[in-house]
């Protein structure tokens, strides 16, 4: 069992689901902002490309870098959170990866985030919120500075959202991690040690002695 996310961070598994998230996050940004920009393949010269205001809505994107920079982080957090868990829980069950101590997120800097929270749905939900707000916000404020009334180039934009997403998720699934391979939510696993001990000859421990009652 690993006693602190810092070594559950160490794992194989970590690695593996990290590297796979990354990259499937940055295929579907890059490649859905090429495709948006280009018009589905219409427009081949990159340097007529639309260019992405920093507020406002215009032809033929109607869209904006304050939109997509707040919106992107929360689809990534909410999302990640609904599809990776499971197949984190999955190892883990298949032996392939340790339990997490549930103490080891309950306390300190993680109670400023949603990975303490149980329910998978809301967890996930709250992590979109988080992500908007830890990663979008601060991202949007610092492009829109750059950009200021201008418009952002939409081959620059189209790079930097792939990357900008790939690493988003990144930062997203570390906080997916912990809270979907926590202990208590394997209650099953406990239940197996103590049939273990008791095929072992030694019987698990009583709930209540029925004589004391």
């Given at each position: 069992?690993?006693?602190?996310?810092?070594?559950?961070?160490?794992?194989?598994?970590?690695?593996?689901?990290?590297?796979?998230?990354?990259l499937i996050n940055f295929g579907i940004n890059f490649g859905l902002e090429w495709a948006f920009m280009s018009q589905w393949g219409k427009v081949r010269d990159?340097?007529?490309?639309?260019?992405?205001?920093?507020?406002?809505?215009?032809?033929?994107?109607?869209?904006?870098?304050?939109?997509?920079?707040?919106?992107?982080?929360?689809?990534?957090?909410?999302?990640?959170?609904?599809?990776?868990?499971?197949?984190?829980?999955?190892?883990?069950?298949?032996?392939?990866?340790?339990?997490?101590?549930?103490?080891?997120?309950?306390?300190?800097?993680?109670?400023?985030?949603?990975?303490?929270?149980?329910?998978?749905?809301?967890?996930?939900?709250?992590?979109?919120?988080?992500?908007?707000?830890?990663?979008?916000?601060?991202?949007?404020?610092?492009?829109?500075?750059?950009?200021?009334?201008?418009?952002?180039?939409?081959?620059?934009?189209?790079?930097?959202?792939?990357?900008?997403?790939?690493?988003?998720?990144?930062?997203?699934?570390?906080?997916?991690?912990?809270?979907?391979?926590?202990?208590?939510?394997?209650?099953?696993?406990?239940?197996?040690?103590?049939?273990?001990?008791?095929?072992?000859?030694?019987?698990?421990?009583?709930?209540?002695?029925?004589?004391?009652?």
């Amino acid at each position: 069992m690993f006693l602190t996310a810092r070594d559950a961070y160490k794992s194989t598994t970590f690695a593996v689901q990290l590297t796979i998230t990354v990259l499937i996050n940055f295929g579907i940004n890059f490649g859905l902002e090429w495709a948006f920009m280009s018009q589905w393949g219409k427009v081949r010269d990159t340097a007529a490309w639309p260019r992405i205001p920093a507020l406002r809505f215009e032809a033929p994107l109607n869209s904006c870098l304050a939109l997509d920079l707040l919106l992107t982080p929360f689809m990534i957090g909410w999302l990640c959170t609904l599809a990776a868990t499971d197949g984190t829980q999955k190892e883990v069950r298949e032996k392939k990866c340790q339990v997490l101590d549930t103490a080891a997120i309950r306390g300190g800097w993680w109670r400023f985030t949603p990975v303490p929270i149980d329910g998978l749905g809301t967890r996930a939900f709250m992590t979109g919120l988080f992500a908007a707000a830890v990663l979008g916000l601060p991202t949007f404020l610092i492009s829109w500075a750059v950009v200021g009334r201008g418009a952002a180039n939409g081959l620059a934009y189209t790079w930097f959202k792939g990357f900008w997403a790939a690493a988003v998720s990144a930062c997203v699934y570390a906080l997916v991690f912990p809270a979907a391979i926590a202990k208590h939510n394997f209650p099953e696993l406990e239940f197996q040690a103590l049939m273990a001990l008791s095929a072992n000859g030694d019987a698990p421990p009583l709930i209540a002695n029925p004589a004391l009652v």
